[in-house]
């Protein structure tokens, strides 16, 4: 029994999408390994900071879902003049690097206490500093 022209044109299309299929999945394996070699060429202490700037960046966005931090360009007007609130505390504190090295933290815009948050490398002391001066800004204890 002889097939219709039309299944026998069915099963070539068929045949060609199983041929390309097998090629495509062929080229996904190949990259899948090469991202693989490529990832264990990453030295540890690379690795490591990558980590914390992915960890960091959960922190921010987790803040910034809690209303801590606002969005970038959509940030608050200072309460005052823009001084520090008090003379001591959080807000006096100077920033200890970069372009805005000695400028007190109540100075500074929010969006970059927020950007300095989200970075890996920002020390401890100067996190919860940051930290409580955007506190202080949105009212929050």
Not at 40 to 63: D, H, T
Not at 88 to 97: K, R
Not at 103 to 122: F, I, K, N, P, V
């Amino acid at each position: 029994m002889e097939d219709c022209p039309q299944c026998k044109a069915y099963r070539e299309m068929l045949d060609i999408l199983l041929a390309e299929n097998a090629k495509l999945t062929e080229q996904m394996m190949e990259i899948e390994a090469a991202q693989k070699v490529a990832a264990e060429m990453i030295p540890p202490e690379i690795r490591r900071l990558l980590a914390q700037q992915a960890a960091a960046a959960q922190r921010l966005e987790k803040a910034k879902a809690a209303g801590d931090v606002d969005v970038v360009g959509l940030s608050r007007p200072l309460a005052s003049t823009g001084a520090p609130k008090t003379a001591g505390g959080s807000a006096a504190w100077t920033i200890p690097f970069g372009k805005h090295k000695g400028t007190a933290l109540g100075l500074l815009a929010t969006d970059y206490l927020a950007w300095c948050l989200a970075q890996a490398w920002l020390r401890p002391e100067a996190r919860r500093h940051m930290e409580n001066v955007i506190r202080e800004r949105r009212g929050k204890p």
